[in-house]
């Protein structure tokens, strides 16, 4: 919906898809994943109010002046005495 209906996305088939609502599932995941899109680092402490954030998680980040919402892929931890330093890898779809 929402679309011209010009371009078709690629067929998609996995053999444990075997009913209807998994393979609805999928084509929202496939058809879903479009537009412009980017793989940012984040750096930044892990405090007591944020914890480690675990991949999966959804962020808010400010990145000159705008705000974004993004997905983190992986996570990876630095410690540098005294602080425990955490660098997020985030997908997110760039305005």
């Known amino acids: ?8 996305a690629p067929m ?5 898809i075997t009913h209807a609502t ?3 599932q999928r084509g929202i995941a496939e058809l879903g994943d479009t ?5 940012i680092n984040l750096t930044l402490p892990v405090l007591s ?7 999966g998680a959804l962020v808010r980040y400010v990145d000159g ?4 919402l993004g997905l983190v892929r992986s ?17 997110t779809h760039p305005a």
């Open 1 to 8: 919906g929402g679309t011209a209906g010009g371009a078709v």
């Open 35 to 39: 537009g412009q899109q980017a793989q």
């Open 12 to 16: 998609v088939t996995h053999p444990l």
């Open 75 to 91: 996570t990876s931890l630095n410690w540098s005495r005294p602080t425990l330093r955490q660098t997020l890898s985030v997908e």
């Open 49 to 55: 109010e944020t914890g480690l954030i675990k991949p």
């Open 22 to 24: 998994a393979a609805r």
């Open 65 to 68: 002046g705008d705000t974004h």
